[in-house]
T-cell receptor
Framework: KAGVTQTPRYLIKTRGQQVTLSCSPI?????VSWYQQTPGQGLQFLFE???????NKGNFPGRFSGRQFSNSRSEMNVSTLELGDSALYLC?????????????FGPGTRLTVL | AQSVTQLDSHVSVSEGTPVLLRCNYS??????LFWYVQHPNKGLQLLLK??????LVKGINGFEAEFKKSETSFHLTKPSAHMSDAAEYFC???????????????FGKGTHLIIQP
């Protein structure tokens, strides 16, 4: 069974631009969660989607948004990029709703904001 | 609210010797606790999880962890380190979504495990 895939793997943007990251979960998994990983703040939970609905949200500004499609694929969007948004963005999928269930992580998208 | 403290940012052991990675947590509710491992340029992989069943949890690759409520600890151990264990390890706490909060998963800052030959 294929694992979680994330595209693109690397991305370079400039301040003020917006970016969309994509995540395809493991087949059959309906929950997708997003995380931001930075050297300073470590790993932080962004949000969780289940059955196309945002189920849970971390403490991030409204510039960070996401959505989930009927095939469970998910996208994350960051508008008006800031230098501090440079990070590794990880996506994880799970069979059931709730981030306390076992999650399977993708390799991440490395975003660099110049 | 919940929080996780990984007591060591770096741990160095010799191959074949025991590994101990320390984690303390705080949570207002009965938590679920996890250990994840991240190898360089890879995503996270679940090592083991505690969800209020047995307090001694066995995971993959010979790792295990013991939940001690009185000490609010969830330390990760392995009897004999292998070179392939070199990686970043994260202790994670979670409580079920209450419908009103934003708890999700809370990660520790990570412990970098170094294996000396």
């Amino acid at each position: 069974k294929a694992g979680v895939t994330q595209t693109p793997r690397y991305l370079i943007k400039t301040r003020g631009q917006q970016v969309t990251l994509s995540c395809s979960p493991i087949s059959g998994h309906r929950s997708v969660s997003w995380y931001q990983q930075t050297p300073g703040q470590g790993l932080q939970f962004l949000f969780e989607y289940f059955s196309e609905t945002q189920r849970n949200k971390g403490n991030f500004p409204g510039r960070f948004s996401g959505r989930q499609f009927s095939n469970s694929r998910s996208e994350m969007n960051v508008s008006t990029l800031e230098l501090g948004d440079s990070a590794l963005y990880l996506c994880a999928s799970s069979l059931r709703a709730g981030v306390y269930n076992e999650q399977f992580f993708g390799p991440g998208t490395r975003l660099t904001v110049l | 609210a919940q929080s996780v403290t990984q007591l060591d940012s770096h741990v160095s052991v010799s191959e074949g010797t025991p590994v101990l990675l320390r984690c303390n947590y705080s949570s207002s509710y009965s938590p679920s606790l996890f250990w994840y491992v991240q190898h360089p340029n890879k995503g996270l992989q679940l090592l083991l999880k505690y969800t209020s069943a047995a307090t001694l949890v066995k995971g993959i690759n010979g790792f295990e962890a013991e939940f001690k409520k009185s000490e609010t600890s969830f330390h990760l151990t392995k009897p004999s380190a292998h070179m392939s264990d070199a990686a970043e390890y994260f202790c994670v706490v979670s409580v079920p979504y209450s419908g009103g909060g934003a708890d999700g998963l809370t990660f520790g800052k990570g412990t970098h495990l170094i294996i000396q030959p």
